[in-house]
């Protein structure tokens, strides 16, 4: 059992939106969509927990979300913010392993199983990564650990937001999640968390 794999998925919440939240003080608490004009057609990027309140989620066209929330704030993306803030995230990721692989600009799987020796236990590791987020960066990330890929981003999924869930090994086959149509890996929601 001691050279059972242990994966980290670390998913940021809301990501586009938290980052506008905590770099715009005026919008936290507040229903915040980062996306598209509804003028031009546009669509949500990504939307704050409060946004979500009202059934507004990513690729949903703008004038949709505006009209399931009129006091919607809507704010133009900045990729390059995004980019920057993902890279300073993705640098403390990697104190923990050399084995992070990057799968989008707010999320990524951590093989910790050479770490644990060094870090502690992956419940430990992941409570200490979110923790730096939280301090360091003023956003939150949810944190599932698993024996694979799958079963750590289902456990992400199902820590959300700003959780910590691990599924062991005997655990797998009871979770309440763990057909693949419940949280599909590659679900490409493209929502940021």
């Known amino acids: 059992m001691a050279n059972q794999r242990t994966i980290l998925h670390v998913d940021m919440d809301a990501f586009f939106a938290a980052v506008e939240q905590r770099d715009n003080p005026t919008l936290r608490g507040k229903p915040v969509a980062v996306g598209g004009s509804a003028e031009s057609r546009g669509v949500v990027a990504a939307a704050s927990y409060e946004a979500r309140r009202y059934g507004i989620r990513s690729a949903m066209p703008t004038a949709e979300a505006q009209q399931r929330c ?19 995230i993705m640098a403390l990721l990697a104190e ?11 999320e990524a799987f951590l093989d ?75 679900s490409g929601r493209g929502d940021c968390g």
């Open 70 to 88: 009129p006091q919607l704030i809507l704010v133009a993306p900045d990729h390059t913010k995004y980019r920057r803030v993902s890279g300073q």
């Open 96 to 106: 923990y392993t050399p084995l992070v692989e990057q799968v989008s600009v707010d």
């Open 112 to 186: 910790v199983t050479g770490s644990l020796r060094l870090h502690g236990s992956a419940t430990h590791i992941g409570q200490q990564i979110r923790q730096r987020i939280s301090q360091d960066f003023q956003l939150t990330a949810s944190v599932g650990i698993g024996s694979n890929k799958f079963v750590a981003k289902l456990a992400s999924e199902q820590a959300k937001p700003d959780g910590l869930l691990e599924i062991k090994l005997g655990e797998v086959a009871q979770s309440p999640c763990s057909a693949a149509s419940c949280c599909p890996v590659g």
